[in-house]
């Protein structure tokens, strides 16, 4: 650890709410009983913590330093930044990240709201609700067991179904890829109007997938 580290135990899980302009976060979910800053950290007048285990932290230097945490298992994190990448690692609980032009990384989350205007979005389990959104990015939700919303203006989209849930994604010109897992057979309905919409998998009643586009092409595929 180093030496100007700062330490915060908290009850269980934390509630981390994380503030920075131009400087990266990074996030490290792991088995402990405490919040440790490891780099970024501002004043400590400026640190915001109650005994409830909720955190307000604004990164240093005015926004432009790189915010580096470790936190318990489980915790809730929600995240704002400008153009600061943002990476997630290990499980966490309910995670919300709201970006300009960074990029965002979520490893595994509960349940996720990640918005960019042009930065990419990749995440790689959601076990709830996972709603994605962002304009000129690329989305790529690697496995989900819950209801997924994606958006996009021209970005691709990927989803990865892990279980049946339902799926509704809306792009103007990107071109979007669902892969359902085998046995699932979804209700589906593929809107495109200048793009081909094409589905290998069985129609049923398991869950509904819902893609509309004007112009992106549309795959649904067993996984």
Do not use: F, W, Y
Not at 73 to 88: A, E
């Amino acid at each position: 650890m180093a030496d100007d580290a700062v330490v915060i135990p908290v009850p269980g899980t934390a509630e981390l709410h994380l503030l920075t302009r131009s400087g990266h976060v990074e996030v490290h979910a792991e088995e402990r009983d405490d919040v440790v800053i490891e780099s970024g950290a501002p004043s400590e007048h400026r640190i915001e913590s109650d005994a409830t285990g909720r955190i307000k932290l604004p990164s240093a230097r005015g926004g432009t330093a790189t915010l580096v945490l470790r936190t318990p298992t489980g915790s809730d994190v929600v995240v704002g930044t400008i153009s600061g990448n943002v990476k997630l690692q290990g499980q966490l609980g309910a995670v919300r990240v709201t970006t300009v032009s960074g990029s965002i990384e979520v490893d595994r989350a509960e349940a996720l709201d990640a918005r960019s205007v042009a930065g990419n979005i990749d995440v790689d389990r959601c076990s709830g609700q996972c709603r994605l959104q962002t304009i000129s990015g690329l989305i790529k939700l690697g496995e989900t067991a819950g209801s997924v919303s994606a958006q996009s203006a021209s970005g691709k989209i990927e989803v990865d179904m892990r279980s049946a849930g339902d799926v509704k994604v809306r792009t103007m010109s990107g071109p979007v890829r669902v892969a359902v897992p085998r046995g699932v057979r979804p209700s589906t309905s593929l809107r495109s109007l200048s793009g081909r919409p094409r589905s290998e998998c069985e129609e049923g009643n398991d869950c509904e997938i819902r893609v509309q586009s004007l112009s992106g092409r549309i795959e649904v595929v067993p996984s």
